[in-house]
């Protein structure tokens, strides 16, 4: 017959159960502080790194990009605020709130065109044209930063990606599956029909002049019925191509 454990086997094993508990903590403890310890030498390169390569950091912006990539690796977020070391040292929490401004600035500009939809190269495009007077360079990357930062202004000014480009929306207009298929499709010449939707994507009739009129209510689309064949067409200032546009008049005309 098996013997059970007794009052004194039962408290040797509480015991070693709280010598491994203690253990455990101990190791877990050392671990932290470790890992707390690395993190500060990293921060305090990181810094000294951005000492001695501030001028790159301002005026490169593949190497600001990289150092972006960086800061985040260690939780560190020069954006976060225009006050403290990283705006006094590097400024860069002004470059991207005067960035931010001028999106905003393009964007209010260009909505009556547009609909409040802008492919992010074309915006990067008129910021760079109307910064040709500053000496730092912008990247997209840049762009894409700044804007991050204009979500606090509402439910607009976010990047949205539509087949393999990047749209930049500075409206609060919802977008759902449907249109965004029928912009995909549209990047190929920049316009639709409706009888190209219903063909490419396997529509009924009503389901795809439902999403265009929805999208030309919303300013997204501008109708053109000019054309011999009588089919309306569906432009997208978003998507369309300048040279696009200049061939169609030129068709039209």
């Known amino acids: ?39 500060s030498t990293f921060r305090s390169q990181l810094e000294e790194f951005a000492r001695k390569h501030k001028n790159d950091i301002r005026k490169n912006p593949a190497f600001r990009s990289q150092f972006h990539e960086m800061c985040a690796k260690v939780g560190v977020d020069p954006l976060a605020s225009n006050k403290g070391f990283w705006a006094e040292l590097l400024g860069i929490g002004d470059f991207y709130y005067e960035l931010g401004v001028q999106i905003v600035e393009i964007c209010l500009a260009t909505r009556s065109h547009n609909g409040g939809l802008i492919n992010l190269q074309e915006l990067c495009s008129l910021l760079r044209q109307r910064r040709k007077a500053a000496r730092d360079s912008i990247s997209e990357d840049d762009c894409l930063r700044a804007i991050s930062k ?10 949205i990606s539509v087949g393999k480009k990047k749209l930049v929306r500075s409206v609060p207009t ?16 920049g ?14 009739p009503g389901r ?18 000019g054309h011999r064949d009588g089919k309306h067409r569906y432009w997208f200032p978003c998507v369309a191509s300048i040279s696009a546009a200049i061939e169609a008049d030129m068709i039209k005309a």
Do not use: C
């Not at 204009?150 to 990047?159: A, I, N, P, Q």
């Not at 919802?174 to 010449?189: G, P, R, S, V, Y």
């Not at 316009?191 to 009924?204: I, P, Q």
């Not at 795809?208 to 019925?225: H, R, S, Y």
């Open 191 to 204: 316009f639709v029909t409706v009888e190209e939707v219903e063909k490419r994507l396997g529509w009924s």
């Open 1 to 39: 017959m098996r013997r059970r454990p007794g009052i004194s086997g039962l408290q040797t094993a509480a015991a070693a159960r709280d010598q491994y508990r203690l253990l455990g903590e101990n190791v877990a403890k050392i671990r932290t502080d470790l890992m707390k310890e690395q993190l």
């Open 150 to 159: 204009l979500k606090v202004l509402g439910s607009g000014f976010e990047v």
């Open 174 to 189: 919802e977008l759902n599956k449907d249109h965004n298929e029928i912009l995909e499709l549209a990047q190929a010449q």
């Open 208 to 225: 795809a002049t439902d999403a265009l009129e929805v999208l030309l209510k919303e300013g997204l689309a501008m109708i053109d019925d």
